[in-house]
């Protein structure tokens, strides 16, 4: 589930979701603060996804529970300033996607690394 919605959202946004459709849906007839929202929101989605990941993978017993605690403590953090930044977030965000991978193992790198690079791609790629 996770992997086949990270697909669709890297489909998205190289596909150019911004003036087109983000998720299937039309972004035609919104104005460009519901555009914003509607690509905000599948950010936070795949911001989601580094989350579970995590936790999963501490459930798992391949994610050790302190990196689990550091990225569920990272994602609110980062998703705090979605909300209290709305037009400023995407730099500190990915900041803190570059400073987060830079803390973990390489082992954990091989587990959550893709999602943060992924996520990294789709924040350059559909909020300009």
Known sequence: MKKALLILLLFCAAEGCKTAAVNGRSTANL???GVVALQTVEVVKVLDIIRDTAV???????????????????HRAALLSIKELPLGWKPTVLSSLSNLKQ??????????????????????????
């Open 31 to 33: 104005t460009t603060p």
């Open 56 to 74: 999963d993978g501490e459930a798992r017993k391949v994610i050790a529970t302190p990196t689990a605690t550091k990225i569920v403590e990272w």
């Open 103 to 128: 803390t973990l193992t390489p082992s954990e790198v091989n587990i959550v690394g893709p999602y943060i690079d992924s996520a990294v791609s789709i924040i350059r790629a559909v909020i300009q």
